[in-house]
């Protein structure tokens, strides 16, 4: 319920969790049939909740008895990929071991096919976990994450491991409303509120921002919520007055106009992706 948007995911998600009820009823009754494949390759833009969802998908799964753990073990490239003959199998095999009974989530899983390199090893990474996906796919659901292109091209070079994926779900952009839903959430989370005037101009950064580069979604969220908590708590330190609960919960006007946006220069963003591109590690 807390999933703000994602309308054509929470479907898909709604449609998977029913075949696997619907599966485990029959299985009740004697009707035997196979196991459907749950392999999921999510696609979309940095900060729409891939792996959000993919934790959300481990609790599931685990929970209507089609994985022992509720795990989700988070992977890039560099976790598989080693440096050298004879390092990169026993590396994939030691994060397929560790993910077997629940979800291995490979985040921006494209890194591993480098065509242009004939020295590398990815394709090596590659060939194990196509064979792990079939060996255990009955123990560890594979989700493989990254933008839609890329996810795309990877899978055309790669059909042996797009005819091993069963769900291919496209994550949209958020609209500003719903990313205003999402910064409420997160506000409340954390015992703040906004003022009135803060709501408003919290909204047109959210409109602001999101014409600039670099823009992550809920990620840019979280991240303009702790800049507005910094100067919040800047402005209440230098005002030396006594502090009220009231003071201290609530983000003002100015502790959100302050931000650069406003002044047409752009909002930095940590890149907080391994490999530089700012795609989901969330």
């Not at 899983?109 to 480098?114: M, S, T």
């Not at 958020?174 to 999402?182: A, F, H, R, V, W």
Request: zero cysteines; a negative charge.
């Amino acid at each position: 319920r807390e999933l703000v948007g994602l309308v054509p995911v929470k479907e898909r998600i709604a449609e998977i969790a029913a075949l696997l009820l619907v599966d485990s009823a029959r299985r009740r009754f004697g009707l035997e049939s196979e196991r459907p494949n749950l392999h999921m390759s999510f696609t979309g833009s940095p900060g729409t909740g891939k792996t959000t969802v993919a934790l959300r998908m481990a609790s599931i799964l685990h929970r209507l008895g089609y994985i022992k753990k509720g795990q989700l073990i988070a992977v890039t490239r560099d976790d598989l990929v080693g440096q050298y003959v004879g390092h990169t199998a026993p590396k994939t095999k030691e994060a397929v071991k560790k993910a077997i009974g629940g979800v291995l989530f490979i985040d921006e899983a494209y890194y591993l096919h480098r065509p242009e390199n004939e020295r590398d090893y990815g394709q090596e990474a590659i060939e194990v976990l196509l064979q792990a996906m079939e060996t255990h796919r009955e123990e560890m659901v594979v989700v493989m994450a990254g933008y839609k292109k890329p996810m795309n091209d990877f899978f055309l070079a790669n059909p042996g491991m797009g005819s091993r994926i069963a769900h291919h779900i496209d994550f949209p952009d958020y609209t500003p409303d719903e990313l205003m839903g999402i910064a409420d959430l997160m506000i409340a989370r954390q015992t703040y509120e906004l003022s009135d005037g803060a709501k408003k101009a919290f909204l047109e950064y959210i409109e602001r921002r999101v014409e600039q580069p670099r823009f992550a979604h809920g990620r840019s969220i979280r991240n303009a919520i702790d800049r507005a908590r910094m100067r919040q708590a800047m402005r209440l330190f230098d005002s030396g007055a006594q502090l009220t609960k009231e003071d201290l919960i609530t983000l003002e006007d100015e502790d959100i106009r302050q931000s650069s946006v406003f002044s047409d220069i752009e909002e930095e963003e940590p890149d907080t992706s391994s490999n530089g591109s700012g795609a989901d590690g969330d």
